[in-house]
């Protein structure tokens, strides 16, 4: 089960702390891989397929509901970060809903303004194929009272990130990436959803990617 190999990637002991404090962000390429959700509680809210636009700023996922979990939710979202929208689609009901993203952090990329918290190295450096090196970068949680920690690889793809809040803490993890976009036509609008009207934010809501997973 995916939700078991979740990744605890984000405490940093001081001896593996890199002084290297000015380096900004990178940022992750085009992929295709499968994202898990879980709150600290043990509740898995969704495991399911993702594909990103690294450039295009572009991510769908949808939730595998196949993967029998008593709390997951049916999703199927396609945000558009640049833009500031975004769809949850019901592909079977041919029906989907246009919403207005007041906040753009993800678990794919790390945000411009995140700081470098710590790189560190898990399992055995020394032997091949025994040793992984993650860097590790936090920051608030836009309007919220909160604070995000995410985990990347030295290439920068994402590995976990953690949104802790006042209400609820969520952990995503990233498994099984490949770099490329395999289907091109999941980041397109389906015909059904094109022409939608936005729908009103109600007074109050922040929608983000993570909100939908609570
Ligand atoms: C990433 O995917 C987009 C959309 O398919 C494409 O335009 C872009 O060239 C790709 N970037 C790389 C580095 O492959
Ligand atoms: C859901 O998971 C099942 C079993 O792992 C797999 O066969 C199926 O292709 C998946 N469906 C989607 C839409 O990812
Ligand atoms: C899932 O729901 C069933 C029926 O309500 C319950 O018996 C079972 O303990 C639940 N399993 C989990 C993992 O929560
Ligand atoms: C289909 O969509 C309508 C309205 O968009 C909704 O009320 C209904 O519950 C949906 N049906 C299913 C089976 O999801």
Not at 46 to 64: E, I, P, Q, V
Not at 124 to 136: L, Q, R, Y
Request: hydrophobic share 35%; charged share 20%; net charge negative.
């Amino acid at each position: 089960m995916y939700a078991a190999v979740t990744l605890f990637v984000f405490m940093c002991l001081t001896a593996t702390s890199h002084a290297d404090h000015h380096h900004h962000p990178c940022h992750s390429p085009n992929m295709t891989g499968f994202m898990s959700v879980m709150t600290l509680k043990g509740e898995v809210r969704a495991h399911g397929a993702f594909t990103y636009d690294s450039m295009g700023k572009k991510l769908r996922f949808r939730s595998n509901e196949s993967h029998p979990v008593n709390t997951s939710i049916g999703l199927d979202v396609l945000m558009f970060f640049e833009e500031g929208v975004f769809y949850e689609i019901d592909s079977k009901n041919q029906s989907c809903e246009k919403k207005a993203l007041q906040c753009s952090i993800h678990p794919m990329d790390i945000p411009d303004d995140a700081k470098f918290h710590c790189a560190m190295n898990l399992g055995n450096p020394s032997i091949e194929g025994e040793g992984f090196k993650a860097n590790v970068w936090t920051g608030d949680i836009p309007g919220k009272k909160g604070v995000y920690s995410m985990s990347v690889t030295m290439g920068c793809l994402p590995v976990s990130t953690i949104y802790f809040m006042d209400s609820t803490t969520i952990l995503f993890s990233i498994l099984d990436i490949e770099n490329e976009i395999k289907d091109p036509d999941l980041l397109v609008v389906p015909s059904f959803c094109q022409g939608q009207p936005l729908e009103e934010t109600p007074e109050g809501t922040v929608n983000t990617f993570y909100n939908e997973f609570i």
